[in-house]
T-cell receptor, first 113, second 114 residues
Framework: QKEVEQDPGPLSVPEGAIVSLNCTYS??????FMWYRQYSRKGPELLMY????GNKEDGRFTAQVDKSSKYISLFIRDSQPSDSATYLC?????????????FGQGTILTVHP | EAGVAQSPRYKIIEKRQSVAFWCNPI?????LYWYQQILGQGPKLLIQ????????DSQLPKDRFSAERLKGVDSTLKIQPAKLEDSAVYLC????????????FGPGTRLTVT
């Protein structure tokens, strides 16, 4: 069993739709939770970064973390064609020397006009 | 602020050949990472440097992969000899320090082994 599971999709939605992306994890040592966006032939770029359970909002993006269920989500409101990309969830254990990110498989999202 | 630089962007080699990738992290970043991203998968950490010391290389295939970070700045990742299954994108990332700091990724080097 993989430590982080993410539905690879692909997911295709019309412009303006609300998109929901999810990941589950098995390792309770994970303390930091991230969502990255990766455009084709580019490196991942950080979208959202959360530490504790709860919600975090940044513009059209909302990240949710539920540590009790080992489940994280990313919501995109009013989706745009420019949001078309692969979305990767990533997690990291605590500790000052620890840096390794454990990624999900990535979900391919297409937003069509 | 300049981002993480990587070269080359693309490389095609035959199996059993050797190849090297170069990474220049963001200035002042103490921690440097190399990740391998196979098509259709998320990145997987190969090695983590703290300044010029190795912190984690548990997933580095040490019989064929090697990496170094001279003077705690630039880094090179080498594969010798390459196998077909090494075809992937090799991503370099850096962060101000280890722990909770954000990791910034470079554009990656796409390796094809034929």
């Amino acid at each position: 069993q993989k430590e982080v599971e993410q539905d690879p999709g692909p997911l295709s939605v019309p412009e303006g739709a609300i998109v929901s992306l999810n990941c589950t994890y098995s390792n309770s040592a994970f303390q930091y939770f991230m969502w990255y966006r990766q455009y084709s032939r580019k490196g991942p770029e950080l979208l959202m970064y959360t530490y504790s359970s709860g919600n975090k909002e940044d513009g059209r993006f909302t990240a949710q973390v539920d540590k009790s269920s080992k489940y994280i989500s990313l919501f995109i409101r009013d989706s745009q064609p420019s949001d078309s990309a692969t979305y990767l969830c990533a997690m990291k254990k605590g500790g000052t020397s620890y840096g390794k990110l454990t990624f999900g498989q990535g979900t391919i999202l297409t937003v069509h006009p | 602020e300049a981002g993480v630089a990587q070269s080359p962007r693309y490389k095609i080699i035959e199996k059993r050949q050797s190849v090297a990738f170069w990474c220049n992290p963001i200035s002042g970043h103490a921690t440097l990472y190399w990740y391998q991203q196979i098509l259709g998968q998320g990145p997987k950490l190969l090695i983590q440097f703290q300044n010029n010391g190795v912190v984690d290389d548990s997933q580095l295939p040490k019989d064929r992969f090697s990496a170094e970070r001279l003077k705690g700045v630039d880094s090179t990742l080498k594969i010798q000899p390459a196998k077909l299954e090494d075809s992937a994108v090799y991503l370099c990332a850096s962060s101000l320090d280890a722990g909770p700091y954000e990791q910034y990724f470079g554009p990656g080097t796409r390796l094809t082994v034929t």
